[in-house]
């Protein structure tokens, strides 16, 4: 793989082709950046949520995985309630309440930038982002599909409005176009979904995910992506690990990583830095 294509973008000298990619470097300094998913311990309201260890549990949790992502030299974080199983498609207020304490008592220990992930609903995530002060969502925007969460419809125009009515322009949106654990009502070909998406909803970036959180994106199918919008900056979203993180920054303009960096590669275990480090030196290396 030659390493010209992983080269940083200096300020001033983007190519055309490149010119829509661009804010990944405003935002986080380099080409390819790895964000890093904050995983939180299910939250007051879950099934899974541990009453007897309470609130103070889950945030010095969670900062113990943050200080570990960021010694280990990630890009950028991503805080989600991944522990909120079974998800709802429109959380409760007291989701977004409690990850929104999480994250305000951890600003001061957060020192690359940082978006947030409010599984599986947009406008909170929106929410969640302009009262906290994240750069960046990633969410299910677009498309109806047939879930292991029942029938699951969007809105993004009624999103986008509320996006602009709360204030949250500056918010990036990364839409996730394979989302996990579901597939399209209508049988529609990858390409023309992420054709039709970027033109009738202008996401800043979309992303590709596997089956569920920890499964190898197919690196066919981003390849099939990145071919249909080449403006467009396409993540791997699920299933980068260090065995494969070639072959995915080949294609990809970055990755977001949750399972790779835990311990024993487990999703539901503590992040290992030691994973973390071995990952962003190789990571580093092949961006050049």
């Not at 998406?197 to 190898?216: I, N, Q, R």
Request: aromatic share 8%; proline share 5%; hydrophobic share 45%.
């Amino acid at each position: 793989m030659s390493k010209k294509a992983l080269l940083p973008v200096r300020a001033g000298s983007i190519p055309p082709g490149l010119r829509s990619v661009s804010w990944l470097n405003d935002i986080f300094h380099v080409n390819k950046p790895i964000i890093a998913m904050c995983h939180l311990k299910a939250l007051p309201g879950d099934p899974g949520y541990d009453s007897q260890k309470g609130m103070d549990w889950i945030v010095e949790s969670a900062r113990a995985d943050l200080q570990a992502l960021q010694a280990g030299g990630v890009d950028a974080i991503l805080f989600s309630n991944e522990a909120s199983l079974p998800y709802l498609t429109k959380v409760e207020p007291i989701t977004t309440a409690c990850m929104a304490r999480v994250i305000a008592e951890l600003r001061p220990d957060i020192s690359v930038p940082f978006g947030v992930n409010v599984l599986w609903d947009p406008a909170a995530s929106i929410d969640l982002a302009v009262a906290t002060g994240a750069l960046f969502v990633r969410e299910i925007f677009t498309g109806v599909y047939a879930s292991d969460y029942g029938l699951w419809n969007t809105s993004c125009g009624e999103v986008i409005r509320h996006q602009h009515r709360v204030g949250g322009q500056h918010v990036k949106l990364l839409f996730n176009i394979v989302p996990e654990s579901a597939v399209y009502l209508a049988e529609r070909q990858m390409a023309d979904i992420a054709r039709s998406t970027v033109f009738v909803s202008k996401p800043d970036a979309l992303c590709v995910s596997g089956l569920t959180a920890g499964t190898e994106t197919s690196a066919d199918t981003l390849k099939l992506v990145k071919q249909a919008v080449p403006d467009t900056p396409v993540f791997a979203n699920t299933g980068v690990r260090l065995s494969n993180v070639e072959q995915m920054l080949s294609v990809a303009d970055g990755a977001i990583i949750g399972t790779a960096f835990k311990r024993d590669g487990y999703i539901w275990n503590e992040v290992d830095a030691s994973r973390v480090c071995a990952f962003m030196q190789k990571a580093k290396t092949l961006r050049g």
